[in-house]
């Protein structure tokens, strides 16, 4: 399986890494959204990773243009990690498109159901890993 985590925060990047390799997920890292966006032009990627606030583009944009695509990029699984706590939060990230939100800082066991739960309905061998 292979994940990208947009994130600015080069521990918290160090962190998810850490936890996915554990289940044998590779994970590429953008430190912000312009160059997560460009690293999807050039890879396919089974799920993306996406902070809210970074400097420039914030998280909520950079998922609502990867939804706009036209291609197979469209579609595939974003799952927001964020600091925020606002109450409005998850709607937010409901309507900009993201399959599910995880708040900081992540539990591993969380991140795993994330993933498990926006990859259910992709017959992948991604979700054997995470079982």
Same mark, same amino acid.
């Given at each position: 399986?292979? *994940? /990208?985590?947009?994130?600015?925060?080069?521990?918290?990047? &160090?962190?998810?890494?850490?936890?996915? %390799?554990? =289940?044998? *997920?590779?994970? %590429?890292?953008?430190?912000?959204?312009?160059?997560? $966006?460009?690293?999807? #032009?050039?890879?396919?990627?089974?799920?993306?990773?996406?902070? $809210?606030?970074?400097?420039?583009?914030?998280? $909520?944009?950079?998922? !609502?243009?990867? &939804? =706009? !695509?036209?291609? +197979?990029? %469209?579609?595939?699984?974003?799952?927001?990690?964020?600091?925020?706590?606002?109450?409005?939060?998850?709607?937010?990230?409901?309507?900009?498109? +993201? #399959?599910?939100? /995880?708040?900081?800082? *992540? =539990?591993?066991? /969380?991140?795993?159901? =994330?993933?498990?739960? @926006?990859?259910?309905?992709?017959?992948? %061998? +991604? @979700?054997? *890993? $995470?079982?």
């Amino acid at each position: 399986m292979q *994940v /990208l985590f947009i994130e600015d925060d080069a521990m918290n990047r &160090r962190v998810v890494r850490d936890m996915l %390799s554990v =289940a044998g *997920v590779e994970m %590429s890292e953008a430190p912000e959204a312009e160059t997560g $966006l460009a690293m999807l #032009d050039r890879q396919p990627f089974d799920l993306v990773l996406m902070d $809210l606030r970074m400097p420039g583009m914030d998280g $909520l944009t950079a998922v !609502r243009k990867i &939804r =706009a !695509r036209s291609d +197979a990029v %469209s579609l595939v699984p974003i799952i927001v990690v964020t600091a925020d706590t606002a109450m409005d939060l998850q709607d937010r990230c409901r309507a900009a498109g +993201a #399959d599910d939100l /995880l708040l900081k800082p *992540v =539990a591993m066991t /969380l991140l795993f159901d =994330a993933i498990a739960r @926006a990859i259910a309905e992709r017959p992948s %061998s +991604a @979700a054997a *890993v $995470l079982a």
